[in-house]
Nanobody, 121 residues
């Protein structure tokens, strides 16, 4: 079992920045893909960014060039730096860990509770 705890959400104006953190108190799982997802009411959960065991990253098109995912194994922390925020980035952001090195959405089985990000215009 992998426990994940997010922090860093909040309310910002458009153009602002936030840095989300996801702590794995029991240790960051090795050899698996990890990622950040977001969801708004009435919409499907969207994969925002992933990072695999080799540090390779992927991003959904709307956040490319604005968001950066990273991990610090020494601190057991996965981060998401979000710059140039837009109102459409408003969502509940959750971190997740997969059971393998594959970053396919079906493989993510460990989830945090989420942290709310609200961007006002």
């Amino acid at each position: 079992q992998v426990q994940l705890v997010e922090s860093g959400g909040g309310s910002v104006q458009a153009g602002g920045s936030l840095r989300l953190a996801c702590l794995a108190p029991g240790g960051m799982p090795a050899g698996v893909c990890m990622g950040w997802f977001r969801q708004t009411p009435g919409k499907e959960r969207q994969k925002v960014a992933t990072i695999d065991q080799n540090g390779r990253t992927t991003y959904v098109d709307p956040v490319k060039g604005r968001f950066t995912i990273s991990k610090d194994r020494a601190k057991n922390t996965l981060s998401l730096q979000m710059n140039s925020l837009k109102p459409e980035d408003t969502a509940l952001y959750s971190c997740a860990a997969a059971v393998s090195q594959s970053c396919g959405i079906a493989g993510f089985v460990y989830w945090g509770q989420g942290t709310q990000v609200t961007v006002s215009s």
